[in-house]
């Protein structure tokens, strides 16, 4: 992000807190609800800061506590997406601040020496956003172009099967397909297999069963959600923006995403869910704050 734009996000953040904003949002919007927030490879010092703040207005849950019914006050479950390598050096503040929180991990990069698509090169090279609105077959077929093969060894940018095994104690581990395609671009076969074989994956690493999901990327549709039902996940959280409880359809929980490098004025601002209901409704996702989907 260029230096101008860091510095009006700062100062939108400033007024949203200042305001009180971002305290008519926790007694109207968020309530007694859970907000799953949704960060991927933070620092620990700046993760460190984020609960620290957070413990002082809500209450800090797993995940699946959205089922169990209010206690009345703001709760806040925490949310990883992929499985970064990175993520290991978060447990000792998870143990610190006494949270439990749940990593969705791309089942067959995790545990090997395997690059998630998009931390390759050759992703770069060809353009994320472009990979990403092609269909799946011709997005493999496009990074092969560019040296990534998805199931072939290369440098390992997910968590390893010692650091997955000195984490359990303290963290959730959980499903987000296989190797993480948009998966309202692959075949039904493609699809069913990223959701299915992922679950079986990660109960044979855990040994322990495997009930929840999150869409990568934040997209599905109708046909995922049959899918990630049919194949025994009790919920499966998207990137639809705003909160969660025991009303929620579970197979549509809803996010707040967090920047991984969020000072702490603009993590009380994105709190609110306004910046990301903001920049949804700027790319198209309309007024119900649903990620816009293609
Ligand atoms: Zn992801």
Not at 143 to 161: C, E, F, I, K, N
Not at 203 to 220: S, V, W
Request: charged share 25%.
């Amino acid at each position: 992000m260029n230096r101008g734009r860091a510095l009006i996000k700062e100062v939108l953040a400033a007024l949203v807190v200042r305001t009180g904003i971002a305290r008519a949002t926790r007694a109207w919007l968020w309530r007694d609800r859970v907000a799953i927030l949704l960060y991927h490879d933070p620092d620990p010092a700046t993760l460190d800061r984020h609960l620290t703040y957070l413990r002082n207005i809500c209450e800090l849950v797993p995940l699946t506590d959205v089922t169990v019914p209010s206690r009345g006050r703001p709760r806040a479950a925490i949310t990883f997406d992929d499985g970064h390598v990175g993520n290991a050096k978060l447990l000792p503040v998870f143990i610190k601040h006494q949270v439990r929180p749940t990593i969705f991990l791309c089942s067959s990069i995790v545990g090997r020496s395997r690059s998630h698509w998009w931390l390759h090169p050759g992703s770069l090279e060809a353009g994320h956003e472009r990979l990403k609105r092609m269909t799946n077959t011709e997005r493999l077929a496009e990074l092969a172009a560019h040296g990534y093969h998805q199931d072939a060894d290369d440098r390992a940018t997910g968590l390893s099967t010692d650091q997955i095994e000195a984490m359990r104690a303290h963290v959730d581990f959980q499903a987000h397909t296989r190797f993480h395609p948009v998966l309202t671009r692959c075949s039904d076969s493609e699809c069913a297999d990223e959701i299915g074989t992922s679950k079986h994956e990660i109960e044979t690493l855990l040994r322990d069963a495997c009930e929840h999901f999150a869409y990568p990327n934040g997209n599905y549709g109708d046909r995922e959600v049959c899918f990630v039902a049919a194949a025994g996940y009790k919920s499966a959280r998207t990137c639809d923006v705003g909160w969660s409880d025991h009303r929620s359809d579970p197979f549509r929980l809803r996010t707040i995403i967090i920047d991984d490098d969020a000072s702490t004025r603009r993590f009380a601002a994105q709190l609110t869910g306004i910046p990301l209901f903001l920049h949804y409704l700027k790319k198209g996702g309309g007024w119900k704050g649903q990620f816009p989907q293609f």
